[in-house]
């Protein structure tokens, strides 16, 4: 007979109770249709067992329920009739529950009762993973739910647990658990649904919709509700939800400064909010930015890992009127935890983080040896790994926040990809009001400038039957876009000498509210035409809304061209005319306001390129140098954490400083690219320059280094207050004739210097 140890019987009672379960079995069509077509409702043992839980449990491999041994079904039928939960036959082939099952509805009401939402978990934890995990916290459950994206099934870093009861979920909620680092977040399962459907109502109401939460909306968000259950809730929940929804949203945000919270008229979310994000909130130029930002005003929200740290360390720092301190408890090398609510309204961000280095010898608690920086100790990498930090951070804090800051060239809305394009457009012509004209989009494969591709809009314009206009739509965009990072929609076209319109739609009603704003053309010209959303006016049916409603860049369905012998509110259009018309399409995208200084700016470290870099002599560098790869490759993940930013399509600006002092600013400094410079700079400089380059656009592309021009020896006492205050950064960076697009990288074995990156490939391939 076939043996089982204790831990697989008691996972097999688990796994077969769970089957059987109020929480599962109503929603089980395959087995509720087992159970319903046997009279007393038993379901064959071989059955189950073959069910393909069962089978990993047993290391079954892919048996089918006529390949499941007598004495495999024999012995799991002796572990199922410890339960008091099931019913096994007088023959052991067969099981039932003990009870009746009871409605849907009433088991529907009894699960969400008792079920949490929790995250964020790795995207790579498994269920066996997780569940252990609760178990070893002492945690009751019945079930484990982990979510799923619905097409590609992998894993959302959430789940549903099932406690034993609503008190256990109770107790649950008070627990303080972290999963790999992650601190979990709880939540009452009918308090995240009605969250849920309040934000979905709320969006609905915005537009002049009612919704209703549907069986789409329910696979949207992955939850396991029963239909009578749903309908409660959406009966209950209002538009006076909405609050509570968005303060348990921002339940992830807290506010540290000022004291008294937000004040009024201060705007720190959604698509007008102006936040500047600062990771590694709490190092040593880190505390600075804040402190220089709120000295500035600025809405600054701080990723730190460690609260009661930052607490600490930026609980008393001064803020003018205006200023707010938020912080977000986050680990940026561990992607779940950056959750999308936390970056809400963020369109900057200044990023110090960087890998804990510290005295192997050990550091004082306020790391005091580190942060001198004059006197070297023999260092070591403690935490987290180079790669981690100042690679994988990089590029998962990049991933969050890249679509919030936005890209130097535009969010491409609509382009001439391919000859599909023109299908995701569709006319509207006043045919629609009984006029005879007719228009279309279509796709030109060599008709754009220089013989690129273009979309072209193309029709005939008459007025008979009182008509006048033709105009095309593209496909309501799923789901919407989000453009408030942009100021507008720019379009590049060769004109007509025409006027047209841009209509924008925040709804995916075909015939709702639109937004618009007119714009000319020259003929015969290729030009880009720059459209800011504060000059879209609503309007319907070309009647002017004087309603206050205004467009939210935020929320974008659709996008419309329209060539009409109206403007609005029956004024004639002064450059209309009928006949032949097309207006050949280049590209239709969000544009950044002009001009675009660096909205991702990244303190990295001089050095980077020089390990492994042709004639270079280690002995002379500097000891990160040197010791690159007894420090875990610090430098060269260092490297390509810059390359991800470079690559990444945002406006930006990478400082390498130095060593890093403790000395007051004001130090007169070099600034250089190429990447050889030596020496050492006041934290206190480069929170300062950073904080300038915001407002910097000829800063944007650039990577430089930066240094004391005094002796390394020689300490800096500083120069009076007022001239270390008034750096005039802009001056000193266009003095050093900064190029962008360099990065003093080694590439195919050739140091490519002071020379931008680009050109030396260029050169190295003319030479081949």
């Not at 159970?35 to 990993?56: K, Q, T």
């Not at 924008?504 to 509210?513: E, K, L, Q, V, Y």
Request: charged share 25%; net charge neutral; with cysteine.
């Amino acid at each position: 007979m076939v043996e089982f140890d204790d831990d697989v019987k008691a996972k097999v009672l688990k796994q077969v109770e769970f089957y059987f379960s109020d929480s599962n079995l109503p929603k089980d069509k395959f087995l509720k249709q087992q159970v319903d077509s046997h009279p007393e409702g038993y379901v064959d043992l071989s059955l189950i067992v073959s069910f393909a839980r069962m089978r990993d449990l047993l290391k079954l491999g892919g048996a089918r329920p006529e390949d499941i041994a007598d004495d495999v079904v024999t012995t799991v039928a002796d572990v199922l009739r410890q339960s008091k939960a099931l019913t096994v036959s007088e023959s052991g082939f067969q099981v039932k529950r003990a009870t009746p099952l009871p409605s849907a509805k009433e088991a529907a009401r009894a699960v969400d009762s008792r079920s949490l939402y929790v995250r964020p978990f790795p995207m790579t934890a498994t269920l066996d993973d997780i569940q252990n995990f609760f178990l070893e916290n002492g945690i009751e459950y019945n079930a484990v739910r982990v979510r799923r994206h619905v097409r590609s099934k992998d894993f959302k870093g959430s789940l549903f647990l099932e406690c034993t009861s609503p008190q256990e979920s109770d107790r649950v909620m008070t627990l303080k658990l972290e999963y790999e680092g992650a601190p979990l977040r709880f939540e009452k399962k009918q308090a995240y649904l009605a969250r849920k459907i309040a934000e979905r109502k709320a969006k609905s109401a915005a537009t002049g919709q009612q919704e209703q939460l549907t069986l789409a909306m329910l696979e949207e968000m992955d939850s396991d509700c029963e239909i009578p259950a749903l309908t409660e809730i959406n009966r209950n929940v209002d538009l006076a939800a909405v609050a509570a929804g968005q303060q348990q949203q921002q339940s992830s945000i807290m506010t540290l400064l000022p004291a008294t919270g937000v004040p009024m008229g201060v705007v720190t979310s959604g698509s007008n909010a102006d936040v500047v994000l600062v990771t590694g909130a709490t190092g040593g130029v880190g505390k600075r930015v804040v402190q220089r930002l709120l000295q500035k005003g600025r809405v600054v929200r701080a990723l730190v890992r460690d609260v009661n740290k930052a607490k600490q360390l930026l609980g008393n720092l001064p803020v003018v009127p205006g200023a707010v301190l938020q912080l977000i408890a986050a680990d940026i090398t561990q992607k779940q935890t950056l959750l999308p609510e936390m970056f809400d309204g963020v369109r900057e961000v200044i990023s110090c983080s960087a890998v804990k280095v510290q005295p192997k010898e050990g550091d004082t608690p306020d790391r005091q040896k580190y942060y001198q920086g004059i006197k070297f100790y023999d260092p070591e990498i403690i935490e987290n790994t180079p790669e981690a930090v100042e690679y994988r951070g990089i590029q998962n804090l990049l991933d969050v926040v890249k679509e919030r800051i936005g890209f130097e060239d535009g969010k491409v809305i609509l382009s001439p990809t391919d000859a599909d394009s023109a299908d995701r457009w569709g006319a509207l012509d006043d045919v629609v009001m009984g006029g005879v004209s007719e228009s279309s989009m279509v796709f030109d494969r060599t008709g754009g400038e220089g013989g690129a591709a273009v979309l072209v809009f193309r029709g005939i314009v008459r007025t008979e039957n009182s008509g006048g206009f033709v105009s095309v739509r593209c496909k309501n965009f799923q789901p919407v876009l989000d453009l408030s990072a942009y100021e507008g929609i720019q379009l590049r076209v060769k004109g007509n000498g025409l006027r047209y319109k841009m209509i924008i739609r925040s709804d995916t009603n075909w015939d709702g509210i639109g937004y618009c704003r007119s714009f000319d053309t020259t003929d015969g010209e290729w030009q880009d035409i720059f459209l800011p959303f504060s000059e879209f006016i609503p309007t319907f049916r070309a009647r002017t809304l004087r309603d206050g409603t205004t467009l939210n860049p935020a929320s974008v369905a659709s996008v419309q061209l329209m060539l009409s012998k109206f403007e609005y509110d029956g004024e004639l259009n002064p450059k209309f005319k009928t006949g032949f018309m097309e207006l050949p399409i280049a590209s239709i995208k969000g544009y950044l306001k002009k001009p675009v200084a660096p909205k991702f700016i990244h303190v990295s470290s001089a050095g980077v390129t020089r390990p492994n870099r042709p004639g270079i002599n280690v002995d002379q560098e500097p000891p990160a140098v040197k010791l690159n790869d007894a420090l875990g490759g610090l430098l060269t993940y260092k490297l390509a954490g810059e390359d991800a930013i470079r690559q990444s399509g945002v406006p930006y600006a990478v400082v390498r400083p130095c060593a890093l002092t403790e000395e007051p600013a004001g130090a007169p400094l070099e600034i250089a690219q190429g990447d050889n410079i030596k020496g050492k700079i006041s934290r206190e400089d480069v929170a300062d320059l950073c904080v300038s380059l915001l407002n910097q656009p000829s800063a944007v592309g650039l990577t430089f280094e930066i240094k004391s021009t005094i002796p390394f020896s020689q300490p800096w006492q500083g120069a009076d207050s007022a001239a270390a205050g008034s750096r005039d950064w802009g001056s000193e960076l266009s003095a050093a004739g900064l190029k962008r697009g360099v990065t003093g990288k080694t590439v195919n074995g050739v140091y490519t210097g002071k020379e931008p990156e680009s050109e030396a490939l260029k050169k190295q391939t003319a030479t081949v």
